[in-house]
């Protein structure tokens, strides 16, 4: 009964969310802000078009479904890094251990990069001859615990940093992770609901203007105004994934996975990929990204994996090849280490 009740609830919660979802995404495409929270991680998942929401576990889990974490009892390590479009670079830290009955506990840390930009003014529109280097950061806690042999829940908190020249923006953001196992045919759940937070705002400095108020005393000095930016709401989704084994002999696995994510922002996507695995050692992996938005970014995926073991400790290297329309293609490096 305890666990139909959890079900049943979480179902629940995630249907009144996807229908506002859905309600409101198109007016309002491409209105959201800090987009740092979108940029994905890890090579391992990347190379599956992010599809494995189910079986991401460990430091896999932090990014792309908090209930995973739990799904692993050992520590890990992660570092990931990607090679985005325009120049735009993000380097990705990951930790996670276990405690027992309590649950499991992650740390992450994402920085994403743009590098060095001309100042230009009003007065000076190509340029002052000063530089400066926008920045964007994301530090996450996590915890998960596993409730039943088929239930995990798990939930991440998200400190997200935005500094651009004289302004800077601050905010939190949420995420909330529910795997189900049946048990039936190899088959399993997972729903994600991210970034989901009060809305964020730009000041500071670079707001600040000085001005002649007319009429006043030509003597006297100029007012400091400060203007106010617009506030602007993240960009929230939730995902529905479905993982199958389809594939046991020996030493060999092929898993498939699929997922709908219907975003608040952006029009909704359909996730596909799948995985091979040798002896838990060799990895190939594949997927895609659809969607019906004009002009999309990204399509076919690639990627594989090799984990080398040294007595009780565990070291993976995984790549992933992204299409990405327009732009070159993405490139994910991922290193992660477990004991």
Same mark, same amino acid.
């Given at each position: 009964?305890?666990?139909?009740?959890?079900?049943?609830?979480?179902?629940? /919660?995630? &249907?009144?969310? &996807?229908?506002?979802?859905?309600?409101?995404?198109?007016?309002? /495409?491409?209105?959201?802000?800090?987009?740092?929270?979108?940029?994905?991680?890890?090579?391992?998942?990347?190379?599956?078009?992010?599809?494995?929401?189910?079986?991401?576990?460990?430091?896999?889990?932090?990014?792309?479904?908090? +209930?995973?974490?739990?799904?692993?009892?050992?520590?890990?390590?992660?570092?990931? #890094? /990607?090679?985005?479009?325009?120049?735009?670079?993000?380097?990705?830290?990951?930790?996670?251990? #276990? !405690?027992?009955?309590?649950?499991?506990?992650?740390?992450?840390?994402?920085?994403?990069?743009?590098?060095?930009? +001309?100042?230009?003014?009003?007065?000076?529109?190509?340029? *002052?001859?000063?530089?400066?280097?926008?920045?964007?950061?994301?530090?996450?806690? #996590?915890?998960?615990?596993?409730?039943?042999?088929?239930?995990?829940?798990?939930?991440?908190?998200?400190?997200?940093?935005?500094?651009?020249?004289? +302004?800077?923006?601050?905010?939190?953001?949420?995420?909330?992770? !529910?795997?189900?196992?049946?048990?039936?045919?190899?088959?399993? %759940?997972?729903?994600?609901?991210?970034?989901? $937070?009060?809305?964020?705002? !730009? $000041?500071?400095? $670079? @707001?600040?203007?000085?001005?002649?108020?007319?009429?006043?005393?030509?003597?006297?000095?100029?007012? *400091?105004?400060?203007?106010?930016?617009?506030?602007?709401?993240?960009?929230?989704? &939730?995902?529905?994934?479905?993982?199958?084994?389809?594939?046991?002999?020996?030493?060999?696995?092929?898993?498939?996975?699929? +997922?709908?994510?219907?975003?608040?922002?952006?029009?909704?996507?359909? #996730? !596909?990929?799948?995985?091979?695995?040798?002896?838990?050692?060799?990895? /190939?992996?594949?997927?895609?990204?659809?969607?019906?938005?004009?002009?999309?970014?990204?399509?076919?995926?690639? $990627?594989?994996?090799? &984990?080398?073991?040294?007595?009780? *400790?565990?070291?993976? %290297?995984?790549?992933?090849?992204?299409?990405?329309?327009? @732009?070159?293609?993405?490139?994910?490096? *991922?290193?992660?280490?477990?004991?």
């Amino acid at each position: 009964m305890k666990r139909l009740i959890i079900i049943v609830a979480a179902i629940a /919660l995630v &249907v009144s969310c &996807v229908d506002t979802t859905v309600a409101e995404n198109a007016p309002r /495409l491409g209105s959201a802000g800090a987009h740092e929270l979108r940029l994905p991680v890890s090579a391992r998942m990347m190379g599956m078009a992010g599809a494995s929401l189910v079986n991401a576990k460990g430091t896999d889990g932090l990014f792309w479904n908090p +209930a995973g974490i739990a799904m692993s009892e050992r520590t890990e390590l992660e570092f990931s #890094h /990607l090679t985005y479009i325009a120049d735009i670079n993000q380097s990705y830290l990951g930790a996670v251990t #276990h !405690f027992g009955s309590i649950g499991s506990f992650g740390l992450s840390a994402k920085f994403v990069t743009t590098g060095d930009i +001309a100042v230009t003014t009003e007065a000076q529109p190509n340029g *002052t001859g000063e530089m400066y280097s926008p920045t964007f950061s994301v530090i996450g806690a #996590h915890w998960a615990r596993r409730f039943t042999d088929r239930i995990t829940f798990g939930l991440s908190t998200h400190y997200i940093t935005e500094s651009i020249d004289r +302004a800077r923006a601050t905010g939190v953001a949420f995420d909330l992770g !529910f795997d189900y196992d049946p048990q039936w045919r190899g088959l399993k %759940f997972a729903i994600v609901m991210k970034n989901y $937070g009060p809305d964020m705002r !730009f $000041g500071g400095e $670079g @707001f600040s203007r000085d001005v002649r108020v007319p009429g006043q005393d030509p003597n006297s000095p100029d007012k *400091t105004i400060r203007q106010q930016s617009s506030a602007f709401e993240l960009p929230s989704h &939730v995902k529905l994934g479905l993982a199958w084994e389809a594939w046991q002999q020996n030493r060999n696995n092929m898993m498939f996975y699929g +997922a709908f994510q219907s975003n608040t922002f952006n029009n909704d996507e359909g #996730h !596909f990929g799948g995985e091979y695995s040798y002896d838990g050692t060799f990895f /190939l992996r594949a997927g895609y990204t659809y969607s019906d938005q004009d002009a999309y970014l990204y399509g076919a995926t690639f $990627g594989g994996g090799l &984990v080398l073991q040294w007595g009780e *400790t565990d070291m993976s %290297f995984d790549y992933a090849w992204t299409e990405t329309d327009v @732009f070159d293609a993405n490139q994910y490096f *991922t290193v992660k280490v477990a004991f």
